[in-house]
């Protein structure tokens, strides 16, 4: 079992940037897939960010390519995003979830096992 806990979330202005970790529990994140993952004011959850094991390689949504960098620590158990040029649109919950593997994209929430509580972005005008 894996224990997720994202930090780093808080008030923004627009243009600003924030770095979210989410440290990892209960077992080693070595071999597993990572994402990111949002769900603003009435929305439905949405993907962000995701990073294989297997050679580093990234994905983002269209929403934040070129704004937001995925990155991991095997060392210290952990995942960050990178979020710069917020913009408001951005404000949201934002999640940190783990796959066990074999799965196809890693873009889609029913791809992932593990997920975290959650840590609030808001972004200001």
């Known amino acids: 079992q894996v224990q997720l806990v994202e930090s780093g979330g808080g008030l923004v202005q627009a243009g600003g940037s924030l770095r979210l970790s989410c440290a990892a529990s209960?077992?080693?994140?070595?071999?597993?897939?990572l994402g990111w993952f949002r769900q603003g004011p009435g929305k439905e959850r949405e993907f962000v960010a995701s990073?294989?094991?297997?050679?580093?390689?990234?994905s983002y949504s269209h929403a934040v390519a070129g704004r937001f960098t995925i990155s991991r620590d095997n060392a210290k158990n952990t995942v960050y995003l990178q979020m710069n040029s917020l913009k408001p649109e951005d404000t949201a919950v934002y999640f940190c979830?783990?796959?066990?593997?074999?799965?196809?994209?890693?873009?889609?929430?029913?791809?992932?096992?593990?997920w975290g509580q959650g840590t609030r972005v808001t972004v200001s005008a």
């Open positions: 990073i294989r094991w297997i050679g580093g390689s990234t």
């Open positions: 979830a783990a796959s066990r593997g074999g799965r196809s994209y890693y873009r889609s929430d029913y791809e992932f096992d593990f």
């Open positions: 209960g077992r080693t994140l070595r071999g597993y897939p």
